[in-house]
Each structure stands twice: as structure tokens, then as C-alpha cells.
């Protein structure tokens, strides 16, 4: 490890990406890249905690079918979701008979996922991992905040969950995309404590997980063709922006967030996205599909997370911030 | 991975263990192996959520004093608790300035820190990795079950959740125990739904996880020492044997549960104890103890969770277990 940064000697391979996501998603301007799209968000389940689990099966068991393989060929499920005790993943790993590593890192759950994915495959422990994550709108809100019936209406600040999962299958051999290196983040705490200004909450951590990375890597930021940070969303992503800009570091031309690009404004949601299943879902369908073509040939990923739970808010806890960085290159440049 | 058994090339290191428990742990029979006791299980703080933060920040402190080092020396934080978003552990993460990963199965959280800290230190992607959890009576009953000012009495097949943390100090050389292989485990439902009686639910991931163990590494139960399983408490325990009986494995002799051990039967904890830190604390004292010692040699530990949330009961969920197996060997055995 040179700071925070690891970096995988075999170039573990992206065999494959699918992404599943709601109505509303699917309204949005990522509606071609994604793989399904569902009518509605119930997914004909009981319950939307039962749809979220469906929707998390649905993106392993397509990126498993997508890469031409069956569950048993896959070694490990790294898996996480926003809900108590991460039972969406657990329940779906319930069905697959995959063994099951969980994780929780909020919103940065998938890139710390696909760091774990990466260095079991790197480090010649495993063949292939299937790394996913989701959320849902509806049981976040029921979690999180108030029911939906209650009709509450959110502030300027407030991200709209996203309904989706995403499942990014890792292997050693199989297709152009290669994981090169991973930056595990800290827990960084600036003293927000409005759960419903996430993004100012999770700036700092991206900030200060890029600048690690970059200076454990010796490059600046002219080396990625992207920097996509998880969902920040529209006010986080200026402070982002600003607090790399204080420490010299000018990212903007270069910089992308799943959380602002996955809804238009005209779809109303304040500050775009949020959720563990939104980078998972954008990564899996629009920049996958770019780095797949060739026009992206580095890309750093860099999953967002707010640490906070309800009971932790109630007892007047400030809501530290966590990003994991994970750094992608196409063959020629792997 | 042969089936689902990682073996370390390079035997990680134990360098250091540590455990801290509340008042009840330290009236019971391993009291003399736990390194701290706290005499009121608020550690001094405003509310109980606030003092598990604090056991599991010592535990890792612990484990970095003990071993003659600084946070600054240890590459990631590996930990878990059962909290909603486990925010002990990422709070505690905040404050002790280590790259932090979030983990989450349940009271099996400790066995997969283990596993991806000892795959990450035998890779070489890091030099040290500092594996823990916490869990707290007072914080799981407020979350699981029900207010303490209830008096809600226990039903015959519960388990008292142990107030604890433990850390286990994992890195590239350093003392004389190894970490030799290691099972990931699948998710088994028996369809329990009896929040209860989770002994019940965890058993047939115990006896699935073990078995599988067993066949990948071509050994028989003689081959350990011990084979220690997490907290299947009195009944849980006898399930598991009866199971691995019915597959014609005899683990009687050589079996012993964190849960079991960590209560005396005065202290009216009906099945014994349980929670992501009784396996942490009970592995940290009186296990390593005795590896350090040479009087065990070969040690499976088979930490047991049950994944359930206190929703996923309410909407009538069975639930789902998993265990994850990792085997300890002293220097001359490795």
C-alpha cells in the first residue's frame, strides 16, 4: 500500500456490468444505457423492501447471465444496500447459493465492494466476484425519513433516493476493462449534522480521497479522462470541486456525478440522486458502456458515502463522510 | 479457492489481540483472560450508543498499544457491530484516522474482517490490518427488541447480547500464530422465524460452513485443536453437533461456543451470550491466549450470525444464517 493506495499487479478484468433501475430512473437522460428498466417500482413484490431484494438478485443474476455464466462459476458475492442490517443483500444472497461477504459503507458501498472484489481476484484467491449494491426510494424514505403517505416534501438540499442495483462481475480474464488500482478512504467529518444535505456531508471525504489518490499515484488529474464521483449531487459536487480547487488541484473539466446525472431537472429531485445503488447503476450502464467502446479509457470511480443512521441524527451525531476511489483503464492502457 | 476455502500463502500474523467487556462479561468465567472491564457499561458516557463507540475504539487502540505501534502504522480498519449502518464502528473509524472498510454479517462479522484482512496482508497490498467488532446489551436491546425500562422478560431460548469489543492485530510478520486458511460461507434459511431462538437459525450455517471447510481441506475434526463456533449458545450448540453428526462428523470433543462460554449459568442468561463482539472478545482473551502459550495449536473459528432486522420479523421474514470459518495455527504447525 503507498499511502491509501493499492495497486493490483493483474489487472483484474470487468467480465461484466448490468443495471436495473425504476420508472423514474428510467425517465431520466441514462434511460439507453441501462439494462432494464421496471414499470413499476413494486417490482410485483408485497413489499418495497421484497422489490429492492428482487432488484439486487436481478442485477447479479444479469451480469452473471451476461458474462455467459451460471452462479457457481462466480466465487463471491460482495455485497451492500442502505437497508438496518443489509438485508436486501443478505436476502438475495439467500437465493443465488453464492458465498456472501457483506459490506456497509453507505453510498461509497460499491467501491469498497469492488476494492475487496479486486484484490481477492488480484491476489490469486478467487476467479471472479460478483460486487453489487442497491437502494429503493420507497424503503429509504420509509427508513430514513417519514412514510411516503405522510406526502413530506423535500428540502433544496435533500437527493432522491435511487430505485436500482447494479452489479459489476470482476474476473481474471474477460473483456477490456481492467480494475488498476483502488484508494481505501477515511472517515472524514467536517461537522455537517443536516441529514438532509448529504453532499455538503460527503464532499470533504471525496475531496480527500482524490488528493490522496493523486499523490499516491504520482498523477494529477489530466490522467483520467473522468473523475465520477458517487452522489454528491449538484451542491456537494461544487464544494467538492472548490475544496480540490483550495489545495490547487483543478478537477471540473474532468469531473462527473452519478447522483446529478442519472435525473433531469425537470424531474424535480433538488440536487439529483443518492443511494448505494446510484453509482452502482451508472457505472454499470453509461461508463461501462463508454470504457466498453473505447471513447473512456481511464476512469476513476469514486462511491460516496454519508455515515449517519436515524438513531444517530436523533442524538445530535454530525454526519462524518467516506469515498473510496477505485481507478479503471481499457487494455491498451492497463 | 478450493470450493469456498481460501489458504494463505504467506500465513499473516497474529501481532496482537485485545478485548474489552462490560460488567456482566467480567463477572463470568473468562474473566481472567479479558485485557479491560468496565465497571458501569455506560463507559462514562451520555448514552449507551456513545459507550459502544468507545469499547470499540479501545479495542483497537488495544490491539495497536499492545503490538508497540500508532494508528499511523496500520494500513485499514476492518470492523462491524450490529448497530443500524453500524455506526460504531464507522464513528469510531472517524476518530482514529485509519482507512476504514465496512463490514456487516451480523454476529459473523468478526470471521469476514479476519478473511479480508488476512487476503489483503498475504497479497501484499497491505502490511497491517487491525480486525474488529463491538457489540453492546443495551444498544441491541434498544434496536431489537425493546426499551430496557420494560423489564421485558427473556424467553427460554434467548441469548444475552455481550457488552464488548474485541480487535485482532492481523499483519505480514509479528508473534507466533498464523492465520492458515479460511471459509467463506453461503447464506442457509432452515426457516426459522423465531427471533428468539437464533441459536436455531445460526446452527445449520455453522454445520454447512464446517463440513465445507472439512471437505476443502481434505482434514477431519482431529486435525484442530478446537473448532469454536460464535455464539450458537446451549441449544444452538447442540444442533449444530446434531447436524454435523447426521453428515457423520463427530465435532462433540473438540467443539466450544463463545456464547456458551462467556456466561456461567448464575448469570441467568438463558442460552448463554451473543452479538458481533462475543466472538471477538472470547477469540482476543481466552483462545489466543492459549495459542500464544502453545497449549492449543490448530483453532477453527467459526463466527455464527443471524441476518435478520427487526423489519424484516415484523414482515414475517424467516431468517437466514451464515458463518465464516478461519483457521488459527501456531508457529511450528503453520
Redesign the interface.
Known amino acids: ?1 503507498t499511502g ?1 493506495t ?1 495497486f493490483f499487479k493483474n489487472k483484474p478484468r470487468v467480465i461484466a456490468g448490468y443495471s436495473i433501475v425504476g420508472p423514474k430512473e428510467a425517465a431520466g437522460p441514462l434511460d439507453p444505457y441501462f439494462h432494464k428498466r421496471l414499470r413499476k417500482d413494486d417490482f410485483g413484490q408485497k ?1 418495497y ?2 422489490a429492492e431484494c428482487k432488484l439486487h438478485m436481478s442485477a447479479i443474476s444479469g451480469a452473471i447471465i451476461a458474462a455467459g455464466l451460471a452462479p457457481k462459476d462466480v ?2 458475492n460482495i455485497g ?1 444496500d ?6 436486501t443483500s ?2 438475495s ?2 437465493e443465488l ?10 453510498c461509497s ?1 460499491f467501491g ?1 465492494a469492488l ?2 472484489g479486486a ?2 481476484i ?6 471472479r466476484a460478483a460486487c453489487s449494491t442497491s437502494s429503493h426510494f420507497s424503503t429509504a424514505e420509509r ?1 430514513y425519513r417519514y412514510p411516503l403517505e405522510l406526502g413530506t416534501q423535500m428540502t433544496p438540499t435533500s437527493q432522491w433516493t435511487v430505485t436500482g442495483a447494479g452489479c459489476t462481475l470482476l474476473g481474471k480474464e474477460g473483456g477490456n476493462v481492467c480494475v488498476e488500482s483502488a484508494t ?6 467536517f461537522g455537517v449534522s443536516d441529514a438532509n444535505n448529504m453532499g455538503a456531508a460527503m464532499a470533504p471525504a471525496a475531496a480527500k480521497t482524490v488528493l490522496q489518490h493523486l499523490k499516491d499515484t504520482g498523477r494529477d488529474v489530466s490522467y483520467y479522462d473522468y473523475i465520477v464521483t458517487g452522489d454528491l449531487g449538484v451542491y456537494g459536487s461544487r464544494l467538492f470541486l472548490e475544496l480540490l480547487q483550495s489545495d490547487g488541484v483543478n478537477a471540473a473539466e474532468k469531473h462527473k456525478d452519478c447522483g446529478e446525472m442519472i435525473f433531469d431537472k425537470k424531474q424535480r429531485c433538488p440536487q439529483g440522486g443518492s443511494g448505494a445503488g446510484c453509482s452502482s447503476v451508472v457505472f454499470n450502464s453509461y461508463f461501462l458502456h463508454q470504457m466498453r467502446a473505447g471513447s473512456v479509457k481511464r476512469l476513476l470511480l469514486v462511491p460516496t458515502g454519508a ?6 441524527s436523533l ?1 445530535g ?1 454530525t454526519i ?1 463522510g ?1 469515498a473510496n476511489a477505485v481507478s479503471f483503464a481499457v487494455e491498451d492502457v492497463c
Request: glycine share 8%; no cysteine; hydrophobic share 45%.
Open positions: 500500500m491509501q493499492i413489499s423492501e421484497k466465487d463471491v451492500g442502505l437497508l438496518n442490517q443489509i438485508i443478505s436476502f444472497a439467500r447459493d453464492i458465498p456472501f461477504v457483506g459490506m456497509y459503507s453507505a458501498t469498497q476494492i475487496v484484490a481477492l488480484d491476489g490469486g484467491y478467487i476467479s427508513q481505501v478512504g477515511k472517515v472524514v467529518d455515515l449517519l443512521s436515524k438513531l444517530s442524538q451525531e462524518p467516506i
